[in-house]
Nanobody, 117 residues
Framework: VQLQASGGGLVQAGGSLRLSCAAS????????MGWYRQAPGKLRELVAY???????KYAGSVKGRFTISRDNAKDTVYLQMSNLKVEDTAVYYC????????????WGQGTLVTVSS
């Protein structure tokens, strides 16, 4: 299973970006899809996840500003980020729990989001 993330870039504070992460390969089913981020000098942290049933969970710091969604037909997860803040600057990683026989957690390559003041 491979994950291809895209959509990062440079944006001014208050702006918006949309991240995408598409899973490909031998996949029989996908359970949880999510996004993590890691800022310089900090630990990787959960941003949001969405279950196969559509249940979502957000970090407190992004609740109300970020929206996670998924397209099961395309095995793709999205992260719509609005009202971005400088502190949202980080490398964002998608994370997918997928099965091709047994469930395994996979990580995307990371996409850099830089928010300028």
């Amino acid at each position: 299973v491979q994950l291809q993330a895209s959509g990062g870039g440079l944006v001014q504070a208050g702006g918006s970006l949309r991240l995408s992460c598409a899973a490909s390969g031998s996949i029989s089913s996908i359970n949880i899809m999510g996004w993590y981020r890691q800022a310089p000098g900090k630990l990787r942290e959960l941003v949001a996840y969405i279950t196969s049933g559509g249940t979502t969970k957000y970090a407190g710091s992004v609740k109300g500003r970020f929206t996670i969604s998924r397209d099961n037909a395309k095995d793709t997860v999205y992260l719509q980020m609005s009202n971005l803040k400088v502190e949202d600057t980080a490398v964002y990683y998608c994370n997918v729990e997928a099965s091709s026989g047994r469930f395994v957690t996979y990580w995307g390559q990371g996409t850099l989001v830089t928010v300028s003041s």
